[in-house]
């Protein structure tokens, strides 16, 4: 009996032992509010720094909370977008302490909202948040991830970091990081074979991107620009991520004295994951390296010197083995088998540099001195032998072989070959200067370019059906004289170029700020620039405007029209037709932008929002026509072609969810082009009815009707654009976080291959795409470290899931044609990426 009086005693000590520690308490209450203290902070974290448990503000800001007393404490107060609050505590026992705490919202937060960027509203420029690139769930995982969300751009391929603009395609647009104009890899034909693009998330630390109607300062593409800034940090630091893709490692620190910073910064990706899940099976072997640096010494007061280095390596090999493919419709399904022999390998080499040289003799004027180079080295070599057969689908539902192929359509071999190799060089110098003044900003600028072509190209396909070399000519039994034509290839291009170019640009441009008398505020920008290349002798002008109109008595409007010429000279691709010969007469395309734009302020549910409009149209001139396939685009390098591109842009941008930024945009666009002396004949029998286009038989008559296609869809002509980025986050628990990118693009035109242009008018089915993360942050601002604690230094550590393609939707990139006996042609889609799952942790430090 005593026994177990003393067991009871000992449980009643241990259930007491929670309320003895407490038994000397006190309670601290008060209201969080913003640092405008207008607006309360609701679902904000309140806990004692290092210890578990806490509370939440209701939605009047209000928070109540029961803390020990006699003993030193901090009070931890957090939330999203906001600065963490510390306050340190001593209370004695039933003391009541109120408290007023103001947070401060971090400089991340809806960066469209920062006093610095004032100046953005009055021009065709946005800013993004690169930390946003880091958290989007996506296969590629790089920062255009993010650009492809915005208005205006498309992109219907995950495995690429490639996007369209307002109709333009991949070439048309440009991107700089630091002032440096960024090259991309030029015989990268998919996805699969791309690798890491230049720009490492981690080291960025201002994003502008332009969509069109861009100023002087920018130089000669058609489309948008994509201006990056590295960082320059302040002290040491850096950040680690790895993932079933691959993983990075950025550093950056000081040296005592202050005067020299460096920025370094290393990936590594693999997607043999990505493409071990693709119709096509085989033994994927992908590689993609790079390394960066930027390193800064600051002179004196008034000078500083700075080195941009940049290397990458993207190996690709795979050695396919089978291919299935069901397409079609459920009336006529079919089935595309294929075994291979071969293999493909890829090698593409990169290196770029640049030496800044920056003078400011005083606080408004900012002159630098750029030098810079560039070079690659790619080969793509192939043979690739694919035996196929087409067969139709049972699919009667009731029937036993349903699913299963009960006719033969045809079968056949295909045979690939290629042998390419291309290397490029750039040298540059430019001088960029800038001047601030109390209502102007003069900018301007001189550059020289210096280009060196050698571009080796040998590339075939033959195509053989139940042994016959296609094309193949039509039988006729009992003919004694039948046509026997010499053997032949499908497709097949050769070349050897080289070349060496000369380019010189220049540009001016100033912004004027108006204030009229009624307060209402002007801002005009004017610009001019020119460019010469000595390949044919060109010489260009290009005038600029921009003006924008900010109401006193509505300072939440902006209202903005921009128009200027855009002529972009051909680097080289466009130069080179499908042979592989070059057109001597070439000259550059022409876009001349009409853009008119609101940017409109709002604030719901007591949160802040932005609401954008841009409505645009482009008259395009001097066109070289082209296709895409896959990411790769072939142009008619021989022909010429008018065009325009018109549409509408749609984003609302502000917290959904508060303390977090979300966007939705919308894009309405149409695009055309109209080939220069295009056209097709129609030939009519003797009763008068029509026979195919362009098509001799015997009974034609001599009559016959010359048609003009005129107009026709260009292949970036993607009539409607929807994307959602969008974050959210457990009440109470701000640090587990959904990141989800939502993608919805019509389909593209495309057509057979060896078509005319006017023929290529078929439509790609709908491209759709939902990728989502879940996050959880579990060393956070909050978390607090013991001195021997080997994660003490460790400021964030964050370990994800993110599904991709959470829908399991099947998109097409691309099409294999393929013929029978009788040149009938299948068009078998070549489908993205299936439902795949990815672990990723992350940290800063």
Request: neutral net charge; aromatic residues 14%; without cysteine.
């Amino acid at each position: 009996m005593r026994v177990s009086v003393f067991y009871r005693l000992i449980i009643f000590s241990f259930l007491l032992l929670p309320s003895l520690a407490f038994a000397q308490t006190a309670r601290v209450e008060g209201f969080v509010t913003d640092s405008s203290n207008s607006n309360v902070v609701d679902l904000a974290n309140i806990a004692i720094l290092g210890e578990k448990g806490g509370t939440t503000s209701d939605p009047n800001g209000f928070f109540s909370l029961k803390v020990p007393a006699e003993r030193d404490f901090i009070l931890a107060i957090s939330f999203v977008g906001y600065e963490d609050k510390h306050i340190s505590f001593k209370l004695e026992d039933g003391e009541l302490r109120r408290v007023k705490v103001v947070l401060k919202p971090m400089t991340t937060n809806l960066p469209g909202f920062e006093v610095r960027d004032e100046r953005l509203r009055t021009e065709s420029l946005v800013r993004l948040d690169p930390k946003n690139a880091s958290i989007a769930p996506s296969i590629s995982g790089g920062l255009e991830a993010i650009i492809v969300t915005l208005p205006g751009v498309s992109s219907n391929n995950e495995m690429s970091s490639q996007y369209s603009v307002r109709g333009g395609n991949f070439d048309e647009n440009l991107i700089y990081v630091n002032d440096i104009e960024i090259y991309r890899p030029f015989l990268v034909t998919s996805g699969e074979q791309e690798g890491l693009s230049f720009i490492n998330p981690a080291l960025v630390s201002s994003v502008l991107f332009s969509a069109g109607g861009f100023g002087a300062e920018y130089g000669d593409k058609m489309s948008s620009v994509l201006d990056v800034k590295y960082k320059s940090p302040t002290e040491f630091g850096g950040s680690f991520a790895i993932s079933l893709l691959g993983a990075e490692l950025a550093l950056e620190g000081t040296n005592k004295k202050k005067n020299f910073t460096y920025l370094l910064g290393g990936r590594y990706k693999t997607n043999q994951y990505i493409l071990n899940n693709l119709e096509t099976q085989g033994n994927y072997k992908p590689r993609f390296i790079d390394v960066q640096a930027l390193l800064t010494h600051k002179l004196s007061e008034k000078w500083d010197l700075s080195l941009l280095a940049y290397y990458s390596e993207n190996k690709y090999k795979v050695v396919p083995t089978t291919r299935e493919t069901d397409f079609g419709t459920f009336q006529q399904a079919y089935r595309f088998k294929v075994y291979f022999d071969g293999n493909e390998i890829d090698d593409y080499e990169m290196g770029q540099g640049a030496l800044t040289l920056r003078f400011a003799p005083n606080k408004i004027t900012s002159l630098k001195l750029i030098a810079s180079a560039f070079t690659t080295n790619e080969s793509e070599t192939y043979d690739v032998q694919g035996q196929y057969w087409i067969g139709q689908l049972e699919n009667s539902l009731g029937s036993d072989e349903f699913g299963d192929v009960v006719q033969q359509q045809g079968v056949g071999t295909f045979l690939q070959h290629a042998r390419n190799r291309f290397r490029a060089s750039v040298i540059s110098l430019q001088h960029k200067g800038s001047r601030a003044g109390e209502k102007t900003f003069l900018e301007w600028g001189l550059k020289y370019d210096h280009q060196i072509i050698d571009d080796n190209i040998r590339e075939w396909e033959m195509i053989d059906s139940a042994g016959y070399s296609l094309p193949h000519p039509v039988d006729q039994p009992g003919n004694p004289n039948p046509d026997r034509p010499d053997f032949g290839i499908n497709y097949f291009a050769k070349g050897n170029n080289i070349l060496s170019i000369n380019r010189f640009s220049a540009f001016v441009s100033n912004q004027w700020q108006l204030d009229l008398k009624n307060k209402d505020q002007i801002t005009v920008t004017a610009g001019l620039r020119s460019y010469f290349w000595d390949y044919n002798n060109e010489f260009l002008l290009m005038p600029r405007f921009n003006i924008a109109f900010k109401p006193y008595k509505k300072q939440n409007v902006v209202f903005r029209f921009s128009t200027g010429l855009y002529y972009q000279p051909p680097f080289y691709r466009e130069l080179r037709n499908f042979d592989g010969s070059l057109n001597p007469d070439i000259k550059s395309q022409k876009s001349i932008h009409f853009i008119f734009g609101s940017d409109y302020r709002f604030r719901a549910w007591n949160r802040p929002f932005i609401f954008t409009t841009e409505l645009y149209y482009k008259h395009l001139d001097n066109l070289i026509p082209y296709v895409v396939d896959n990411v790769r685009i072939r142009y008619y390098a021989d022909q010429l072609a008018k065009g325009y591109a018109a549409g509408i842009d749609l984003k609302v941008y502000g917290e959904f969810v508060k303390g977090v930024d979300s966007w939705i945009s919308m894009s309405v666009m149409k695009t055309q082009e109209d080939i220069y002396g295009d056209y097709y004949y129609n030939y009519y029998n003797e009763a008068g009815e029509l026979i195919r286009p362009g098509v001799s038989v015997d009974n034609i008559v001599s009559d016959s009707l010359r048609v003009e296609p005129g107009y026709i869809d260009r292949p970036s002509d993607q009539r409607v654009n929807f994307s959602v980025f969008f974050q959210d986050y457990i009440p109470g628990q701000p640090y587990v976080k959904m990141h989800l990118r939502l993608v919805y693009g019509t389909g593209l035109s495309f057509g057979p291959p060896k078509s005319e242009r006017y023929q290529q008018t078929l439509r790609m089915p709908d491209y759709r795409r939902v990728d989502i993360g879940f996050s959880y942050a579990f060393i956070n601002e909050s978390s607090s470290m013991g001195p021997k604690n080997p994660l003490r230094n460790v400021k964030g550590m964050t370990v994800s899931l993110e599904v991709f393609n959470l829908l399991q939707i099947y998109n097409t990139i691309s099409y294999v044609w393929i013929k029978d006996i009788d040149n009938r042609q299948y068009a078998v889609p070549n489908y993205l990426t299936p439902r795949l799952v990815n672990l990723k942790l992350t940290a800063s430090f």
